[in-house]
Each structure stands twice: as C-alpha cells, then as structure tokens.
C-alpha cells in the first residue's frame, strides 16, 4: 500500500478511546459506502476522455486485537475473547497468574498428527478435536437479531447474557454485502509480533517483569497437574525452590546470546536496528532512546528469508561443532552450576 493511493476519511478525536460507541462516530462513512454500492459516483476516466459510474465496496478492516472488539462488536477478553474459535474457544483461567490461558491450538494441525497424541509437551491430554469453524455474517446476523444496541458512555446498557460475547451489532452489518463477506475483519501482525518477541526475549534472558517463567506460572503448573518436573518444591524450612527449565541460560550464555544480537549483520529491511538496544554488559536488551528500562524495546524483528536467500558475505552461520567449540571457550567453567532458584 502506497501512500498516494490511501485516503484518510475520518479522524475521532481523542484523548480516551470510544469504545463499541466508534459505530457513532462511523456513521458518515458507512453512509458514504451504501452509496457508493447502490448508485456509484461519476468519475471521470482520462485515459478514454469519458466519465462513467464508479461503484465500491469494502473488503474487510484492518486492526489491532483492541479495535478488533470496537469493530465486531465481538469481545476479546474472557473466555470466548477468539471470533474465529467463537463458541468453541478453548479457555482457562490461571488462578496464580490471574489471567486468561487460551490452548486447544492442536485443532488446527491436520489430522494424525503426532502433537495430537502428544500428552507431556501440552495440558497433559490428547486433542484429537478437528478445526472449529468461524460464523458466517448469515449466522452472526441470526444471533444478534434480537441485540439492542445502546450507545453512549452515561447511557444504562440492559443486561445480556453473561455467557455471550457480542457487545453490539456492528455497524458494518448495514451495508448490504457485508454478511456475504467471508473475510471481514483482519489483524494487523505488527503488534502481535512486538509481544511476543517481548515475551520470548524476556523470559529467555530473565528479563524482571518481562519472562514468563516466574513463581506464579509454576504454581500454575502445579495446579494444572503438568510438567512436575518444573513445579514448586518446598522444603522443611518453608523455602521455596523452582528447577531450571531448559531454556534457562547461565550470565555467560546470555552475553553470547546478546553478542548475536549485537553483531549480526542481516539483509536490509529484514529487521529493525536492534543492535542500538542491546547492551551486552548487562545482559538485557532496552531501548536507550526512551530511557534506561529493563524491558524489551519498541522494535520488530522479522526474519523471514532461509539460509539459501542470504549471500554468503552478509551472514556465516557457525556449525554445530564450532558453536560447541565457542561455547566451551566463552563459558566460565568456574562459575558454579545451579540447578534450582530460591525463592523467599
């Protein structure tokens, strides 16, 4: 998408977000789009020296996860937060962690495929559950015949079925052809990526706050009855103790890690500048020109290219020996080996 050919048709003023009420401030523009489908606009063409009726329709939106809600009415929070899942979304609350777990991601591996009998790499159970199928706008339409919206923040909204996750009818439903539309509303990947390269980096270098590998998760583990080998262990004096999980990597290990990440040369416009943000020294990767932080940066780091697409003088990828062989060296062999992490 080229800039000259994107046209800003609307601005919502801020500074807080509207919400499900955005249907009020969308209003013009669907206007526009009904007219635009129903009788067109006189365009003129000049490459025939003629005017002729143009018609349009829209495809789809393109959005973050939040805005996907404010758009299809349909919530992304709780246990049914997936559209495309909708009623079939698999869901559990972590009570240690305090939030929503969404798995059952096994359902969309074609059939007889090994993950499904996988029962210790998953919840502990096999999943032999074929792939959910999304609603079409006919059936979103059905549901939502008797949904009243109501808009306005002071307004008193009527209580709905707890159990349902539609917060309104969206006001796209009034354009005539969207209910045949069978893609209607897409994720926009770009923050999608940033949170969970947050995620990985965070909890592969320990990252305070960031890593996903803390107390409360093993705790949770333990009450899901999984992975026993990562659950807490308590000894006689009320201590707590947390084994290593594979990933877990020694301080010499996380400078080589880092060490990678400072000097790797990859091809341009693969990934961002996120030699700035590494500091080696210190074992974490921030973003110095926001201010000091022991959090991930504000980059995308989008690899998408295999070895055979980059020429052999921009990147050299080391063997698995002559890795073993840098590892050996960089490694302190004097730092001693802990097993468990201490938790008071």
């Known amino acids: 998408m080229k800039s000259e050919y994107m046209i800003l048709s609307m601005i919502i003023p801020g500074p ?11 209003q013009p523009l669907i206007a526009e789009l009904k ?27 393109i959005s973050d996860f939040p805005a996907y809600a404010m758009l299809s009415g349909w919530s992304t929070k709780g246990r ?25 991601h096994r359902a969309f591996l074609p059939p007889d495929h090994p993950f499904q009998r ?22 979103v339409l059905e549901e939502l015949r008797e949904f009243n919206n109501i808009f306005g923040k002071g307004q008193k909204r009527k209580c709905r079925d707890s159990e349902s996750p539609w917060k309104k009818r969206s006001i796209f439903f ?40 803390h107390v409360n998760s093993r705790y ?21 103790h947390l084994a290593k ?22 091809p341009k416009g693969s990934v961002s500048n996120i030699s700035r943000c590494v500091e080696v020294d210190e074992m974490k990767i921030s973003d110095n020109d ?33 890795h073993s062989e840098y590892m050996e060296e960089d490694m302190d062999t004097s730092e001693e080996d802990e097993d468990f992490d201490d938790v008071d």
């Open 16 to 26: 807080s977000s509207p919400g499900k009420d955005i249907d009020v401030y969308l």
């Open 35 to 61: 007219e635009l489908w129903e009788t067109g606009m006189e365009t003129y063409d000049a490459n025939s020296n003629q005017t002729f009726q143009l018609c349009a329709a829209l495809l789809w939106t």
């Open 80 to 104: 049914k937060a997936c559209q495309t899942c909708n009623h079939g979304t698999c869901s559990q609350y972590l009570k240690h962690s305090r939030k929503m777990c969404y798995m059952g």
């Open 118 to 139: 996988d029962k210790k790499s998953f919840d502990g159970k096999e999943d032999h559950r074929s792939a959910p199928t999304p609603l079409s706008g006919t059936e």
């Open 174 to 213: 009034e354009l005539p052809y969207w209910e045949h539309n069978k893609l209607r509303h897409n994720l926009d990947v770009i923050h999608i990526e940033k949170n969970i390269c947050d995620s990985l980096l965070g909890t592969l270098l320990d990252v305070t706050g960031k890593s996903k590998d």
């Open 220 to 240: 949770d583990l333990q009450e899901m009855g999984i992975r026993k080998e990562l659950q807490p262990v308590q000894d006689d004096d009320g201590r707590v």
């Open 245 to 266: 999980a594979c990933f877990s990597m020694k301080p010499a290990e996380k400078k080589l890690f880092c060490t990678v990440l400072k000097n790797a040369k990859l």
């Open 290 to 322: 926001i201010g000091p932080s022991n959090g991930i940066p504000d980059v995308d780091v989008d690899l998408r290219w295999s070895r055979e697409d980059v020429p052999g003088d921009v990147i050299d990828m080391p063997t698995h020996d002559q």
